[in-house]
């Protein structure tokens, strides 16, 4: 008797077996760098690295000091970020400024915009995935502090279900960056918000070495980032299990593609009655009062991303005209339904990022008021 | 509730311990509700359409038989229309998982629609009509009775799917015509949504009727009992198109689940959801990169979507078909097979012997006999051939592209029929070489007729056919990659077949020592949870 259930469970202890084996040899064979400042593991490790929860990735990242963490722990962040303000041509501080603030679309852009035309003075505020509350607020400290003659506003389509999220570490599963931003909402129809308890690079080590002050960050995510999860973002014991690691990213695809459908779905488009979309519109405007009262020139740079049609561009058409706001939407240059504009890692090909490089430039010179071109070429 | 979401284990796992906890009678009832509330959770309205077809062929079927029906089956027969009707007419249940307006109370919107009002109502009153009608109707002739019954229930059926299917498509194409004459038809297409698995139940619902009027079949005394064949919830969706003479019996007498069957479905279910989510969502983003494309094809890209597309279609609907009868299994009911290996066929005969059996048996048995079959001359039957395929491109679905498939197989299975005629020595060749030849020549021309069927325009089929023929050479591959789990299960898979089709369909364990299956399977659960971050897409044949 004892005989027979003893055969009838053998093979589920074989397959359990075989999968404690094949757990094993791929946390063997494919084990991901100690070493934080590694920046580019094999894919392969990568790949099997992916489900660890984002506490594990965050710890893992993040040394006591900033030479000992990996780069990107230290990328994005509104206040005292390394790469804050780079400039991409910086050699005559008298000539218009133009900032971009956003995403890598954006810091792309900004790139190309410098080689076209050296007599502008082009600066670059950026995020890696930047969603647009974080280009929105990065602007809204960084006029403070630098005067712009133009600042660009960087949108993507795939930005916008992330916008009531509030770092880098909650928006994107796979690759997380712990960088900050604020959490906005609409109240009363005006646009408010609310800081995360950090928003340097500091600030977060202080943080993440404190058990208490951790917990704080926690319950903060808790209650206003909507991305937050706690199976996805609390470590554990199974972060070990490569296999426990592939049905955790699994959960988080799940997860993050039904979170990201209240606003945008490829069959339906865009949910105007989210919440994501109506402050999106709201700061679009917002933007471009603030940008105005400060004598700058607001310019809205709407990337739509690939399959994804011009949707972006359709829903904020409307704002936009009717609050005057120069935008280049690029939907005209790279048709989001052609791949052959973008490249793997979504961005443009080289060619049409130039062709909407110059094409920015000639809204900048289209735009400008008067006064300043008139100082621009006297200068020059 | 696709089978391969977590909302689906949860139901199922919930609805089969109560199951396995209850008497056989409240297990019918018990797995009747459940199918109900699997399917409503598309869209409950369709549950009133899948209540109402079932009604009808009762009703129908009785009277074919019996000649009369009894007081009580009227009775419950007229309840069940109008406690439908109210429940999935009246009441909106779909809004139930929308934010309601503030201004209004969960009551006021759960009631608020007045024209499910005024259908109840109308239901509710022909209702009333019919049972009044029924002493004059059971006077009539018996054997005129049986005509008339066989018309109204086939009648019946047809007008659901013609309505629900194909109205638009003929009302698009007649004013096309009538555009091409110069005149500007005022446009009548309806916004007319398709209840999913329509085609599947209609078929089996009419296949009972006839099959009674045949006398091949004593219908079900009990509508629980013949409502569970229709809607019994693991085949409702995408079949397989069940015959009632082999199903019904399940259901009346008491089921006793045998070990080897649990066994048996846990098999096919796990085999079933590796063709899904491994193959046929892994291949997915790379066909539709394909068929979806805005830009210039190369050949290589045409090659890899149209073969990948084949195993897509053949994972993604036999993968569903396993789950079904692996589910069912496990409830003691066992569903005729879908699936045989069928692209092992070495010729279109073959083919449609191992190809969605139930379908092509079905429109065998309801289309092709019943037009002479392979009787008489040459010519009448090439004819009935094509029309059958014609018929089985329409049911795929309203668009010329299937029409177009449907008569491309047609013309297979006829040129195949003509060489056998033609052939001297009757005796088929056994060198393996042979038949791998003949194997890979077949499969080669049912991918073609692949790109009929994805294809989503005549002139998409003729760009796709161009890049086939005239950009050979072209090694540019556009198109994205399958996924990680794809690519590994692919050979895996391939294997599989491979030892299913020279084992005649053996489960592993009985063709392979346990340390070798179990390492088969603990592959195929290994690639499952590398898929499971596929992006899972709906089952193909949900849309047929």
Known sequence: MMKKKAKRFAPFIWIFAYLVVIDIAINIIFSYPKDPRNISPAPSRQFFDYGRSIEGKLSRMTGKEIDDSAPIASVGWLVGSPNRLVSKNLNSENRPVVTMYGMSHADLLAEDMAKIDNSLTIRSVGAPGAVPTWSYAAYLYDKDQYYSDVVILGIMTRGVPLICTTSGATNHFDAVYPYTYPRFFLSNDSLKYLMPPFVSFKEYIEYIYNSEKWKAYINWLRQYDKFYNPVLFRKTILDSSSIFRLLRRAYAYSWQRKKEAEVYRDDKGFNVESDEVKILKSLVIEFSKTAKRQNSLPIIYIVNNVFMGDRLFKILEPTLLSYNIPFLSTHDICPPNDPHFYLPDSHFIPSKNLELANKMIKIIRDKLPLKTLLELVLKN | ?544
Request: charged share 15%; proline share 3%.
């Open chain 2, 1 to 544: 509730m696709a089978f391969n979401s977590i909302v689906f284990i949860v139901f199922f796992l919930v609805v089969y311990a109560i199951y396995r906890a209850l008497p056989h009678t409240a297990q019918n009832i018990f797995l009747l509700i459940a199918s109900y509330v699997f399917y409503g959770w598309w869209d409950a309205r369709f549950i009133f359409l899948i209540i109402m077809a079932t009604c009808l062929d009762f009703t129908c079927s009785l009277m074919i038989h019996e000649g009369s029906i009894t007081k009580r089956q009227r009775f419950t027969i007229s309840s069940w229309v109008v406690i439908g009707a109210f429940s999935f007419l009246v009441v909106q249940w779909n809004r139930l998982g929308h934010e309601f307006h503030k201004s209004q109370s969960v009551w006021d919107q759960l009631f608020s629609w007045k024209t499910g009002w005024i259908l109840f109502l109308i239901i509710a009153f022909f209702t009333i009509i019919i049972n009044l009608l029924y002493t004059k109707v059971s006077l009539i002739e018996m054997q005129k009775k049986r005509k008339i019954f066989l018309a109204i229930s086939i009648c019946g059926n047809l007008t659901s799917l013609g309505f629900f299917k194909y109205f638009n498509f003929f009302i698009d194409n007649f004013a096309a015509v009538i555009r091409s004459l110069g005149l500007n038809p005022t446009s009548q297409h309806l916004n007319i949504l398709l209840p999913i698995g329509i085609s599947f139940y209609t078929f089996m619902t009419m296949s009972y009727t006839i099959d009674v009027y045949r006398g091949r079949l004593t219908p079900s005394k009990k509508l629980y009992e013949y409502a569970l064949y229709v809607a019994f919830f693991p085949k409702i969706l995408a079949g397989p198109i069940e015959r009632a003479a082999y199903f019904l019996p399940q259901i009346i007498e008491k089921r006793i689940i045998r070990t080897d069957q649990i066994v048996g479905g846990l098999h096919q279910i796990l085999y079933g959801l590796f063709k899904k989510i491994v193959i046929a969502d892994g291949v997915a983003k790379t066909v539709s990169d394909v068929f979806g494309a805005t830009y210039q094809l190369s050949w290589v890209d045409a090659v890899v979507g149209t073969l990948l597309f084949s195993f897509q279609i053949y994972c993604d609907f036999s993968g569903y078909s396993d789950i079904a009868i692996g589910a069912a299994r496990l409830f003691g009911i066992n569903i005729m097979r879908n699936f045989h290996f069928p692209y092992f066929a070495r010729n279109a005969s073959e083919f449609w012997g191992r190809w969605h059996i139930s379908l092509s048996s079905w429109f065998r048995d309801y289309v092709f006999f019943p037009l002479g079959g392979p009787y008489g001359s040459t010519l009448r039957w090439i004819r009935n051939v094509l029309l059958t395929f014609l018929v089985t491109g329409l049911w795929h679905g309203a668009a010329w592209n299937y029409v177009l498939w449907g008569l491309y197989h047609g013309t297979l299975l006829c040129a195949h029929r003509i060489k056998e005629s033609l052939r001297i020595k009757k005796k088929r060749s056994k060198n393996p070489l042979i038949k791998i030849v003949n194997i890979s020549i077949f499969f080669v021309l049912i991918s073609l007729g692949w790109v009929l069927f994805r294809s989503h325009s005549i002139g998409q089929i003729k760009d796709i056919f161009k890049v086939l023929i005239f950009d050979i050479g072209n090694l540019k591959l556009n198109a994205g990659m399958p996924t990680h789990a794809a690519l590994f299960g692919l050979p895996l898979f391939v294997i599989m077949e491979f030892i299913g089709y020279n084992s005649d369909g053996k489960r592993l364990d009985k063709v392979m020592p346990m340390y070798l299956w179990t390492a088969v399977y603990t592959s195929m659960i290994f690639l499952i949870i590398l898929g499971l971050a596929n992006v899972p897409s709906t089952f193909i044949y949900f849309v047929f």
